[in-house]
């Protein structure tokens, strides 16, 4: 059969050929082709170098797989178990929290006639990009680094490390993220504007 084949069912196993999984009679019938057809030649050899350049690109993270990732790293480092002060924080921490909610709920109840609660940081309306920044980078760092590009800190540090900023007022969100991107000594993640 392989020896019948076609030049489209050629260019249809061009990209197996790329990915390494032509094996047998297949990987011989296309290798004939390439030899005697120069443009499947040149497709297959982009197709190669296609591959080459995703196999480059890093795996985009989510805030959820940064957080696990951050989560399970820092795991590793608790060896011993909390001092006495600290499980105190922990308590009134969580008592405080509780007390919160209870009082967000209360100040939440359906009919309110007037806005209880605004959010106090960053301006409504306006694009926000959520930024990670690699382990051991400075708060001076951080802040020129936001300072050099015109952004303002609306939110930050997460319990997971992720910070938001606030996209000025005619900026381009994508482009902005693009040039944070770049910053890859200081910058480990960021997603694209909400």
Do not use: H, K
């Amino acid at each position: 059969m392989t020896q019948d084949m076609t030049r489209d069912e050629i260019a249809a196993l061009l990209p197996f050929l790329a990915n390494g999984t032509l094996t047998g009679a297949e990987l011989r019938a296309v290798q004939d082709w390439l030899a005697r057809d120069p443009a499947l030649a040149d497709e297959a050899r982009a197709l190669a170098a296609l591959r080459d350049a995703m196999q480059a690109e890093p795996v985009p993270q989510t805030a959820v797989e940064l957080g696990l990732a951050r989560l399970m790293r820092d795991i590793g480092r608790i060896d011993t178990p909390a001092p006495r002060s600290m499980r105190w924080q922990i308590a009134a921490s969580l008592v405080l929290a509780a007390g919160l909610g209870a009082t967000g709920g209360y100040l939440a109840q359906p009919g309110a006639e007037e806005v209880v609660y605004e959010q106090a940081s960053g301006e409504a309306g306006l694009p926000q990009l959520t930024v990670a920044f690699v382990p051991g980078a400075t708060m001076a760092q951080i802040t020129e680094l936001l300072r050099a590009n015109g952004v303002t800190l609306v939110d930050g540090p997460s319990a997971i490390g992720l910070y938001r900023l606030a996209v000025p007022e005619g900026v381009d969100g994508f482009a902005l993220a693009e040039s944070l991107r770049m910053a890859v000594d200081l910058v480990e993640s960021v997603d694209d504007p909400e």
